[in-house]
């Protein structure tokens, strides 16, 4: 067998191990978005620490923990903290446990993010849907030889975000009186901030909003036969387009501000998404 998959089965069985529940969503948690944890009933943790095969993450925000239990009654596993390719990891290393989501037999992944925006419509604090993204620049998820239990050489990504999963999202936050934004999330390698021109240029491609994540993951997803949906959460704008510089604490004091928010509506979200 080859060696990736034995890491894979052999994480995912420790896992799942571990657990009482069998997991049916995973959520992947972004840049102090961590809260959210605090809403899932009769929670288990797992430091990763004590995962074999896993990364440990380096980054403030990204506590670094699965934890397991139910929320808004679906059965969930969150990653409270991700791998970034800026840390040094191979993407092989930043989407692995995608693969051992799959593994443990989880369909349906929600993918979140702190992100800048280019958007001029949009502000710091906005919550948005992601419907497309641009990672161009993103180290290929799937470079080398393909392991066909996996996925297919060449997935199709032309739904990677789940249509009725974004339409379901902008209509919860609807009705809790949130307005969702929808848009498209550009990939950026990081970890310094995009210059400028940058940030032009990827407005004129098509971009509302940029960060340094969520890409090599939902690549991974979609090649795996995964259900996604992608939410950002707009922390500051992006270079240029206010004339401040950015820093991460104002990521974090963003994400901190808009906390009740994105608990709600996510939370919301999942009570309802039919999987």
């Known amino acids: 067998m080859d060696n990736m ?12 191990s571990k657990l009482s529940i069998k997991p049916e969503i995973a959520i992947i948690l972004g840049s102090g978005l961590g809260p959210l944890v605090e809403r899932i009933e ?7 620490s004590d995962i ?6 380096t980054v403030e925000g990204h506590a670094g923990k699965l934890v397991s239990g139910t929320l808004g009654g679906k059965r969930v596993l969150a990653l ?3 791998f970034h390719y800026y840390e040094g990891y191979d993407v092989s290393q930043v989407v692995f446990p995608i ?36 990672g161009l620049f993103a180290p290929s998820a799937l ?25 379901l999202f902008q209509k919860v936050g609807t ?7 929808k848009g498209i999330y550009a990939y950026a390698k990081g970890p310094m901030y995009e210059t400028p021109a940058e940030i032009l240029a990827l407005r004129v491609m098509g971009a509302d909003a940029v960060g340094m994540s969520t890409v090599p ?3 991974t997803a979609v090649h795996s036969g995964m259900k996604v949906m992608g939410i950002s959460c707009i922390t500051n704008m992006a270079a240029g387009i206010l004339n401040q510089p950015l820093n991460h604490e104002e990521v974090m004091k963003t994400a901190k501000d808009v906390e009740n928010n994105f608990v709600s509506v996510v939370l919301k979200f999942v009570q309802n998404w039919d999987i």
């Open 42 to 48: 009769d929670g288990k943790e797992i430091e990763y």
């Open 217 to 219: 993951e939902v690549v």
């Open 175 to 181: 009705e809790l009186g949130i307005e969702i934004k």
């Open 52 to 57: 074999p095969n896993f990364p440990l993450t």
């Open 5 to 16: 998959m034995v890491k894979i089965k052999e994480t995912a069985e420790f896992i799942s």
């Open 143 to 167: 470079r080398g030889r393909n392991i066909q239990e996996l996925g297919p050489r060449f997935p199709d990504m032309t739904n990677a975000y789940d249509k009725g999963a974004v339409a």
């Open 99 to 134: 693969r051992v989501l799959k593994q443990m037999g989880i369909n349906n992944i929600i993918v979140t993010n702190a992100a800048g925006g280019i958007n001029s419509g949009f502000k710091a604090g906005d919550i948005m849907a992601i419907t497309d993204h641009i």
């Open 80 to 82: 409270k903290g991700r």
